[in-house]
């Protein structure tokens, strides 16, 4: 309701009088309205378009159209695992009793909510050869921070508060880094050796009672086994730190090999990524941590526990962490998380790890003629090529991942790891078929001639998208969402 009708605004979309609903006369007539909306609260002006219904249907339809998403193609985000999210997990984290819960109900009335939470994280835990998981974080970085304030917590109560040191591979991810030292430490970077793994020589050398504990990637953000691990643990647990593993790439050894069992202490899953639940444009997500034994008293509260079928949440916990997201997590992404392992079982999800890393080795193997393979003979679930060779014609992995855009592809992640010169980082991930993998390679095959015989078509794409190419430095340090109409 408006006092004064406000003068049209121009609008991209937007004709005067036009309405998208129609609202029934009030029957209510002996109540003046400005009863309930007070006239000084009422505002002389709103800046909104006048759209029918179908004009905002086409609208964000034809805006969904410009996007790209995992159900529309191949997504091969090395180190960020885009696999496509089974639509019968959607269906049931849909079910009432799941999508209608709220989370400050009693105990009495979501026992099945409780219950499938407490199954997870056994599940989780038996996964991650841990003893205990927490659901709360939200993300894989959060899950690195709750992990990281374990460690220090643990650190503490045992009187060593000498240990002021993580050690961090130069191949990590960045948000390990950020995560240390956002708890309070100081980091050390390990290099990595001629293969492409951790320098147990120059990891010698960091360690001692200075070292609160390593963060590794097993595999590597490389796509490569640490196959020196156990050596590492070794090192690591001798001097008296802690082994911390990021999860990110447990979709390589998902139900072949577990964390727990090379000797780390304490691990993040990324449900969004290894477990198939939808991620991008900042959320939802889900990183629970799991444990071993000696660290479950500083697990957040409230841990779920079960007695005699019963379920509840026990708060009392005072060497706990405290909480580290509001409520017990991401509730709806747990239900797709449990809904996806139990579809598959122990041996579908054996599957999974062996297929992703089979579709890695072959996309591996058919570029090699085109592209530099820096380290290793084989990789796991993900490889990191490099664009040397196109460099030379002047063509850079930024503009190889223009140009799969006019292909049909989301482009790969490149310039990550730092340690490989013009990288592109590539994860095929298992849910894609043949006829998928050979079209993206046959694709990058094709870019590669493009840049020998014609490297400015390359070097000027997309020529397909919606949009070229943006200045993405500018448009993130001045953000402006807004829309201005022309003239303004």
């Known amino acids: ?23 029934p006369i009030s029957d209510v007539s002996e109540i003046d309205t400005n009863d309930l909306l007070p006239e000084d609260i009422l505002r002389n002006d709103l800046p909104l378009p006048e759209v029918s219904e179908v004009d905002v249907v086409r609208h964000f339809v034809q805006l969904s159209q410009k996007n790209f998403s995992i159900d529309t193609g ?28 709220h989370p400050l109900q009693p105990e009495d009335t979501c026992q099945g909510a409780l219950e499938l939470m407490y199954t997870l994280s056994v599940i989780l835990a038996e996964i991650g050869g841990m003893d205990a998981v927490t659901l709360q974080p939200a993300a894989g ?19 060593d508060r000498s240990r002021q040191m993580v050690i961090i591979p130069d191949s990590a991810h960045g948000t390990n880094p950020a995560t240390a030292a956002r708890c309070g430490y100081q980091i050390s970077r390990v290099p990595s ?70 000797g780390f202490d304490v691990m993040h899953f990324n449900l969004h990524k290894t477990f198939s639940t939808p991620h991008g444009g900042g959320g939802p997500g889900a990183g629970p941590v799991g444990v071993k034994e000696f660290l479950k008293p500083f697990l957040p509260a409230p841990v779920i526990e079960e007695t005699d079928g019963y379920y509840k949440l026990n708060y009392d916990k005072p060497q706990s962490i405290g909480r580290v997201h509001s409520f017990y997590g991401n509730f709806n992404i747990l239900v797709r998380a449990l809904a996806y392992i139990l579809s598959l079982g122990p041996d579908g999800l054996k599957a999974v790890s062996e297929t992703a890393v089979l579709n890695a080795n072959y996309v591996r193997n058919r570029l090699l003629n085109a592209y530099d393979v820096p380290y290793g003979s084989q990789c796991m679930h993900e490889f990191v090529a490099s664009a040397r060779r196109q460099k030379a014609h002047g063509v850079r992995a930024l503009d190889i991942a223009k140009r799969i855009i006019d292909y049909g592809f989301h482009p790969p992640t490149i310039y990550f790891p730092l340690i490989v ?50 200045d993405e430095a500018l448009a993130a340090r001045r953000l402006d969402v807004r829309w201005t109409p022309p003239g303004d």
């Open 1 to 23: 309701m408006f006092v004064n009708k406000p003068e049209p605004l121009i609008f991209e979309l937007s004709a005067p009088d036009r309405k998208g609903v129609l609202l």
């Open 141 to 159: 970085a959060l899950g690195e921070l709750t992990g990281m304030l374990m460690i220090r917590a643990y650190h503490e109560r045992v009187g």
């Open 193 to 262: 050796n001629e293969r492409g793994t951790v320098d147990t020589a120059k990891l010698k050398e960091l360690i001692g009672p200075h070292v609160a504990a390593i963060m590794l990637t097993n595999p590597n953000t490389l796509g490569l086994f640490e196959d020196e691990i156990l050596e590492i643990s070794d090192m690591i647990h001798g001097c008296g730190a802690l082994m911390y593993c990021d999860g990110a790439n447990m979709n390589a050894i998902l139900g072949k090999a577990r964390p727990g069992d090379m």
């Open 421 to 470: 010169e013009e990288a592109l980082m590539i994860e095929p991930v298992e849910t894609e078929s043949l006829e998928t993998l050979n079209a993206f390679i046959d694709a990058l095959l094709q870019i590669d001639k493009e840049s020998i015989g014609d490297p400015d078509i390359v070097k000027n794409a997309p020529h397909e998208a919606s949009v070229g190419r943006l």
């Open 74 to 101: 191949l997504y091969p985000l090395g180190s960020c695992t885009m696999k496509y999210n089974p639509k019968i997990n959607e269906r049931i984290a849909r079910l009432p009793g799941f999508e209608a819960i």
